[in-house]
């Protein structure tokens, strides 16, 4: 009893305000930011009690680098996308409607999304639901897009200034980033759950409004405000949000019943991840919220509209990841202070130092290698020169990395450096210091490492063109079967 009165308190918050609220709209639970960071499933009740039609978020991004599309291999932990999966098909069971999840994989590559797909199915076999899911692909052959670039369908962005065809045959996976029109195409041929393949964020969200007529500013842009799931409240950690699409406007509230939203932490979300906080662009248009109108409702509910989509040429944004070489890495810490106070002059003599002694002891062995010094506590994360004023640190940390052809050379270039890395005196007179080495052996490979390759669009006939679909229907008996 007590939980269903916690519930019904939750509800009477999400449905009633001192403002006359939006009606005849298309409402979306959009539960965490990404698969696998945590869900709630009173969060999803609450939005369920509150008339949600669909429920969608997001499972993917190039935030932590290349590898994850390389190798198709997810960041999260199967466990936690699993424990998150199984709230959101629950509550897509019990209410009937939709779910929505892109990128699956956090590259969105095939293998991701079938990885997601066998998760799913392990779900659905262990608590006996038996949804229709759409499996949506959109990773592209490498040799097809390097055709396309010959025959000029493909723009670099900037800092890119090439579509050379060569940059589409050296990548290893390359994807394309869909709109929301397959996720609407998936939905009308009766699926009840989707997994996406690469997506933009905001189409995910965006799809269902679309689908069920609500106005395309207003659909675009509460994509885009509630992507990350709870981050445009006030306590970005405590749950997701519930997005209320209208014709000319939306509305957004947190699903955390001590939550709330602020015209400010709405309207700085454009700012997120996007070069103009005005605009915003998306396969098939451009959202352009210059004139947009962020009211507070009441203390937790937001409201914006004056947002409006521009239709433009269909194109897909499109990643592409490749091996690049071997790492082996060392660490040292550092206080002496007369290094600490002339670090940088410390830095240039040890890289040529270190060059030098690779040329002298390898010499043609060592093939296309280099080496990587990372001074954290001074300028590691940007690179750029520390100001002159600037006292010097107590410590340094010091990054060694050695990037070459093989792991076995990376290792050689590390231990051919060695004894300069930690002995190296600041000036030659001096007496050989010994910096603090935290891990013995020294040496540490990394294994391989990735990179990103591209940076470009790709012009379509249509937002179906690069996209594949297949269905897999779980049977009464718990057996998928595949359309």
């Known amino acids: ?13 999400l449905q009633h305000s001192g403002m006359q609220r939006l009606d005849n709209t298309i409402n979306v639970i959009v539960p965490t930011g990404a698969l696998g960071v945590g869900v ?11 008339g949600a039609h669909a429920i969608a978020c997001d499972a993917g991004s190039t935030d932590s680098g290349p590898a994850y599309l390389a190798t198709a291999i997810a960041k999260y932990s199967r466990a936690a ?3 998150d999966l199984a709230v959101l098909m629950r509550a897509q069971a019990r209410g009937r409607i939709p779910l929505l999840i892109g990128s699956c994989g956090t590259s969105g590559a095939n ?29 592209q052959v490498p040799g097809h897009i390097a055709d396309a670039a010959r025959a000029g369908c493909i723009d670099a962005l900037a800092p890119l200034q090439t579509s050379e065809p060569t940059l589409f045959d050296r990548c290893d996976r390359i994807v394309a980033l869909m709109g929301p029109e397959p996720y609407i195409a998936a939905l009308e041929r009766g699926a009840d759950i989707v997994l996406g393949g690469r997506t933009t964020d905001t189409a995910v969200l965006a799809a269902v409004p679309l689908m069920r007529g609500a106005g395309a500013g207003a659909a675009w842009h509460a994509g885009k405000t509630a992507e990350c799931g709870g981050l445009c409240t006030v306590r970005p950690r405590d749950g997701g949000v519930l997005i209320r699409v209208g014709k000319d406007a939306f509305e957004v509230e947190p699903l955390g019943a001590g939550n709330r939203c602020t015209p400010s932490s709405v309207s700085k979300h454009m700012l997120y991840e996007n070069s103009d906080p005005f605009v915003l662009k998306e396969p098939g248009g451009v959202l352009n919220v210059k004139h947009a109108r962020y009211d507070a409702v009441d203390g937790r509910v937001v409201r914006v509209g004056g947002s409006r989509f521009e239709p433009a040429p269909y194109t897909m944004k499109l990643e592409g990841a ?26 240039v003599r040890m890289q040529a130092a270190l060059i030098d002694r690779v040329g002298e002891t390898l010499g043609e062995q060592a093939g296309d290698f280099d080496i990587s010094l990372r001074p954290y506590g001074w300028n590691a994360v940007s690179g750029l020169p520390v100001a002159g004023a600037a006292l010097p640190p107590r410590e340094v940390g010091l990054l060694f990395v050695a990037t070459a052809q093989t792991q076995a050379l990376a290792t050689q270039i590390a231990k051919t450096c060695n004894p300069w890395f930690f002995h190296l005196p600041l000036e030659d007179e001096m007496d050989l210091p010994t910096y603090a080495f935290p891990f013995s052996p020294a040496e540490i490979e990394r294994g391989e490492v990735y990179e990103f390759r591209l940076n470009h669009v790709i012009r379509t006939n249509g937002p179906m063109e690069r996209v594949q679909t297949r269905f897999v229907d779980v049977e009464g008996d718990g057996r998928a079967q595949a359309r």
Request: negative net charge; aromatic residues 4%.
């Open 40 to 50: 709630r499933e009173e969060d999803l009740d609450a939005g369920l009690a509150a």
């Open 322 to 347: 490749a091996r690049g070489g071997f790492q082996t890495l060392m660490l040292v810490g550092i206080q002496d202070p007369k290094v600490l106070a002339n670090l940088d002059r410390f830095l």
């Open 81 to 83: 996308v699993k424990s």
């Open 1 to 13: 009893m007590r939980e269903q009165l916690a519930l019904l308190s939750r509800v009477d918050r």
């Open 111 to 139: 293998a991701a999304v079938d990885w997601t797909l066998d998760i799913a199915l392990e779900i659905a076999r262990e608590q006996g639901l038996h949804p229709r899911i759409a499996v949506l692909y959109s990773e």
